[in-house]
T-cell receptor, first 116, second 112 residues
Framework: NAGVTQTPKFQVLKTGQSMTLQCAQD?????MYWYRQDPGMGLRLIYYSASEGTTDKGEVPNGYNVSRLNKREFSLRLESAAPSQTSVYFC???????????????FGPGTRLTVL | RKEVEQDPGPFNVPEGATVAFNCTYS??????FFWYRQDCRKEPKLLMS???SGNEDGRFTAQLNRASQYISLLIRDSKLSDSATYLCVVNERDSSASKIIFGSGTRLSIRP
């Protein structure tokens, strides 16, 4: 099992460019998440998907869109990148949704994004 | 007040020492709690869930105090490999939405 995989590992964008971060999990988990991590800020939830076909905003959704393509895949899109979106992005998945003991999350290795 | 607060550290302790961290949360309706560890430039990895009755996994013990709204992590007989940042996570859920809040982390450095 690969667990949670993310592509790309690194990316440099210019302000205004767009890109999609890809995430896939092979654990048959129902819920998937996108976080960003900035120094001193901890992880902040951008969007999550409780189950296939549903998505919801997290704490910091502005400037991002997501697609839950199927049960395995959850992508994050930056339509017009800004320097404030320079961060490390982590995708995660869990068997059940937050609030239950099945909410143990497993993380991908992260994407380091720099916006110039 | 932050929703989830941790002492950022760093805690610098000798190998073999016992070290404890606390994490306080503000919402009394929080429902599930976890500890993760994160190594430098790596993803967070689940260390343990925190149960109401407290739980132990080898050298690690987690406790939940709902009355005072904090969770704790105790590491006994610390090893060099325990050096990492420890993140507490608090989950809340109601009928309309879920909320997952990570603390900013506590840095632990074990010295030989």
């Amino acid at each position: 099992n690969a667990g949670v995989t993310q592509t790309p590992k690194f990316q440099v964008l210019k302000t205004g460019q767009s890109m999609t971060l890809q995430c896939a999990q092979d654990m048959n988990h129902n819920s998937m998440y996108w976080y960003r991590q900035d120094p001193g800020m901890g992880l902040r939830l951008i969007y999550y998907s409780a189950s296939e076909g549903t998505t919801d905003k997290g704490e910091v959704p502005n400037g991002y869109n997501v697609s839950r393509l199927n049960k395995r895949e959850f992508s994050l899109r930056l339509e017009s990148a800004a320097p404030s979106q320079t961060s490390v992005y982590f995708c995660a998945s869990s068997e059940g949704l937050a609030g239950s003991l099945y909410a143990k999350q497993f993380f991908g290795p992260g994407t380091r994004l720099t916006v110039l | 007040r932050k929703e989830v607060e941790q002492d950022p550290g760093p805690f610098n302790v000798p190998e073999g020492a016992t070290v404890a961290f606390n994490c306080t949360y503000s919402n009394s309706a929080s429902q599930s709690f976890f500890w993760y560890r994160q190594d430098c430039r790596k993803e967070p990895k689940l260390l343990m869930s925190v149960y109401s009755s407290g739980n132990e996994d080898g050298r690690f013990t987690a406790q939940l105090n709902r009355a005072s709204q904090y969770i704790s992590l105790l590491i006994r007989d610390s090893k060099l490999s325990d050096s990492a940042t420890y993140l507490c996570v608090v989950n809340e859920r109601d009928s309309s939405a879920s909320k997952i809040i990570f603390g900013s982390g506590t840095r632990l450095s074990i010295r030989p």
